[in-house]
């Protein structure tokens, strides 16, 4: 049943809300493992195939309750980048995500990229999320270039229209960045720069969305 309910969403926000709606339920990584393309990835805390590491993954004792603040659409409207806050009240824990989205050939949204960062600080809802559409205009560039240098593991990836782009890296020590452009007619503007810095020589435990 949720999983048709994904099928009828309309956009990348729909589709995270019903996600998040059902991690919150107690199906946390079973929503994960649904809505997953078959190479996502996300980090634990070192990149990995989201599938490997989900597979076999209980649900938490207390769930990760999130919500998308923005939303940087594709100008052909199947690719997405969602952000937000996210946060463990119970654990008094929050963050922010990111997350990758593309509507597959049979009108399902599923995602590409999960990542974050906990910051502490526990965000209300607020406002309706603000959502931004590429600009249909003249034709996008490539600002991706060739892999960097000095970096353990990268990769990027584009909307079919190369009308949104992206790039995530982790470094040797353990430092992710992800960088989002997206085309507004005259240049690829980054409308999203994350940075998560190395962590301590002991981290928290790992966890989707942080």
Same mark, same amino acid.
């Given at each position: 049943?949720?999983?048709?309910?994904?099928?009828?969403?309309?956009? +990348?926000? $729909?589709?995270?809300?019903?996600? +998040?709606?059902? &991690?919150?339920?107690?199906?946390?990584?079973?929503?994960?493992?649904?809505?997953?393309?078959? $190479? &996502?990835?996300?980090? +634990?805390?070192?990149? /990995?195939? +989201?599938?490997?590491?989900?597979?076999?993954?209980?649900?938490?004792?207390?769930? /990760?309750?999130?919500?998308?603040?923005?939303?940087?659409?594709?100008?052909?409207?199947?690719?997405?980048?969602?952000?937000?806050?996210?946060?463990?009240?119970?654990?008094? &824990? &929050?963050?922010?995500?990111?997350?990758?989205?593309?509507?597959?050939?049979?009108?399902?949204?599923?995602?590409?990229? $999960?990542?974050?960062?906990?910051?502490?600080? /526990?965000?209300?809802?607020?406002? @309706?999320?603000?959502?931004?559409? @590429?600009?249909?205009?003249?034709?996008?560039?490539?600002?991706?270039?060739?892999?960097?240098?000095?970096?353990?593991?990268?990769?990027?990836?584009?909307?079919? $229209?190369?009308?949104?782009?992206?790039?995530?890296?982790?470094?040797?020590?353990?430092?992710?960045?992800?960088?989002?452009?997206?085309?507004?007619?005259?240049?690829?503007?980054?409308?999203?720069?994350?940075?998560?810095?190395?962590?301590?020589?002991?981290?928290?435990?790992?966890? @989707?969305?942080?």
């Amino acid at each position: 049943m949720i999983l048709a309910l994904v099928a009828l969403q309309a956009s +990348a926000l $729909d589709a995270e809300r019903a996600f +998040a709606a059902r &991690a919150a339920k107690g199906e946390q990584w079973a929503a994960f493992r649904d809505t997953a393309a078959e $190479d &996502a990835m996300m980090f +634990a805390p070192r990149p /990995i195939v +989201a599938r490997r590491f989900l597979a076999d993954k209980p649900e938490p004792k207390h769930p /990760i309750q999130w919500f998308p603040r923005a939303s940087f659409v594709s100008c052909d409207g199947a690719t997405a980048v969602n952000t937000g806050p996210w946060m463990v009240p119970a654990e008094k &824990a &929050a963050g922010y995500f990111t997350t990758i989205w593309r509507r597959q050939p049979d009108g399902t949204w599923k995602w590409l990229y $999960d990542g974050g960062a906990e910051t502490g600080r /526990i965000e209300p809802a607020g406002d @309706a999320p603000r959502q931004r559409k @590429a600009s249909c205009r003249g034709r996008a560039r490539d600002v991706m270039g060739a892999p960097r240098e000095g970096i353990e593991q990268q990769s990027s990836g584009r909307s079919a $229209d190369s009308t949104l782009q992206w790039r995530w890296t982790y470094t040797p020590e353990g430092a992710r960045a992800l960088d989002v452009h997206l085309w507004n007619g005259r240049r690829m503007e980054r409308v999203i720069a994350n940075r998560i810095p190395a962590p301590d020589p002991a981290p928290a435990a790992p966890g @989707a969305k942080r």
